[in-house]
């Protein structure tokens, strides 16, 4: 695709012009014991930041620009954990703690107490295929094991959808989104039980997404 032709989609969806489908597969690890054997890679130190250290440690980009990932550290409710070998980021990814922000699908979903959204997962080119995406997922769970986690990715990212499933998460729904003239319409269907919602307004998605009742939390 062209740059051109992203730039004016980016420029129509800012104007509610862009029509689009979407899908986004949700997976979730309620809270349980990390089994016995998990070691972090070697060399590489794991930690949350704080809002300074972005730039010293050479913030790699991705998901959001320097300045919006400062604003999302300073705004109190996201933490990014990273992976820092030589001064550097190797890698990241987002938890967020009491609102997911998805971008994505144009949704702002509240999230119940004891629950977390793990998004903006990055790994540099470099760093791929050293299991610093699995480390950050294990360290995470590991820190706060009395969580519920949850995070998500497209359908078509099976690196993702291969590393839940090597991290025994639990697919849980897939909702699929449309948006056409301004206005939206979401649709889940439920792993559980094979149950879907009829189309609901982004309100009353954001409110089901994590909090729809089911079993096993
Ligand atoms: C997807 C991504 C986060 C994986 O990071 P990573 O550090 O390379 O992943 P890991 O080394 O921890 O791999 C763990 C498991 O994930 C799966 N996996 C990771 N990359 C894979 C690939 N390219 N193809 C197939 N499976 C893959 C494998 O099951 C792997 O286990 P294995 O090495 O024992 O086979 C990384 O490729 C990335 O940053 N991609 C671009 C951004 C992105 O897609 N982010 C996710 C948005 S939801």
């Known amino acids: 695709m062209s740059k051109l032709w992203r730039h004016l989609q980016w420029y129509q969806q800012r104007l509610g012009l862009s029509a689009y489908w979407r899908q986004l597969v949700f997976y979730c ?3 349980r014991p990390v089994p016995d054997g998990f070691a972090l890679p070697p ?9 300074e250290e972005l730039e010293p440690l050479q913030y790699p980009g991705g998901w959001l620009s320097l ?6 550290l300073e705004r ?15 890698s990241y990814l987002w938890v967020e703690r009491r609102v997911a922000r998805i971008d994505f699908l144009d949704l702002k979903a509240p999230l119940p107490a004891g629950h977390v959204y793990i998004s903006k997962v990055l790994v540099s080119p470099a760093w791929r295929r ?10 995470f769970v590991t820190r706060e094991p009395e969580l519920t986690a949850h995070s998500a990715c497209v ?6 959808h291969a590393l839940f499933s090597k991290l025994q998460w639990r697919r849980r729904l897939a909702i699929c989104s449309w948006r056409l ?13 094979g149950s879907k919602t009829g189309f609901l307004g982004a309100r009353r998605a954001a409110s089901l997404l994590f909090s729809a009742g089911e079993s096993g939390w």
Not at 67 to 72: N, S, V
Not at 76 to 90: E, F, H, T
């Open 29 to 31: 690890r309620p809270p």
């Open 43 to 51: 060399g590489f130190e794991f930690r949350f930041l704080r809002p």
């Open 67 to 72: 300045p919006e990932a400062r604003q999302w």
């Open 76 to 90: 109190g409710d996201s933490d990014m954990l990273a992976a820092i070998r030589d001064n550097r980021i190797c």
């Open 130 to 139: 050293h299991g610093l995406a699995g480390a950050m997922y294990q360290c």
């Open 155 to 160: 359908t078509d990212n099976f690196p993702m």
């Open 181 to 193: 003239a301004g206005m939206r319409w979401h649709r889940m269907e439920f792993v559980s039980d």
